[in-house]
């Protein structure tokens, strides 16, 4: 397959294999690598489109809610976009995000490299290049357990079903799925 100057091939990442680097400066001044975190069971990774998405709102504001109840499962989660570092405070601060990590300025790069859809952006307060949602479930040794990537910005899975989901997997050690 040929690709023209404005269009770029994104490869899906499949689950049982290794994620690629991710390195993200957060809100509360520190670079996030994953190669450097240490959950007991996962870490969740939520890319969102931006502070422009009033889905990306609720959707974050729900997983901030039950932040508690992933870690009590053993996840750590941090939530991150293309947005500058004043849009992912004013993300925070507008939609009252008190504990979720947020990272920003996630490069497209980055969001190829992690599979994402790339959008242009059609109305007047979307950035010109951002990416679609995506979750990530990775296993402590940089597995990929579990991935949902989204054309648009509806139809993500659900953050309550994702809990019991999880819950469920870690319960019955259910196996990685989708690897063939």
Not at 105 to 121: Q, T, V
Not at 126 to 148: H, M, N, R, S, T
Request: charged share 25%.
């Amino acid at each position: 397959m040929m690709t023209t100057e404005t269009e770029t091939m994104t490869a899906k990442l499949m689950t049982g294999t290794q994620v690629p680097e991710l390195e993200v400066k957060t809100l509360d001044g520190k670079l996030w690598k994953l190669s450097e975190q240490k959950p007991q069971n996962l870490t969740m990774i939520v890319f969102y489109r931006g502070v422009f998405c009033p889905i990306c709102h609720s959707y974050l504001a729900e997983i901030d809610r039950l932040l508690g109840d992933f870690k009590q499962l053993g996840v750590e989660v941090i939530a991150l976009s293309g947005d500058s570092q004043e849009a992912a405070q004013q993300s925070k601060d507008e939609w009252e995000i008190q504990n979720l990590t947020i990272g920003y300025e996630a490069s497209l790069e980055l969001m190829r490299r992690w599979g994402l859809y790339i959008s242009k952006g059609a109305f007047k307060n979307e950035p010109p290049l951002f990416c679609e949602p995506g979750l990530f479930l990775v296993k402590p040794d940089g597995i990929l357990f579990y991935a949902a990537v989204n054309s648009r910005p509806f139809g993500r899975p659900p953050i309550s079903e994702m809990l019991s989901s999880i819950d469920f997997v870690l319960k019955k050690n259910y196996p990685i799925r989708g690897t063939e």
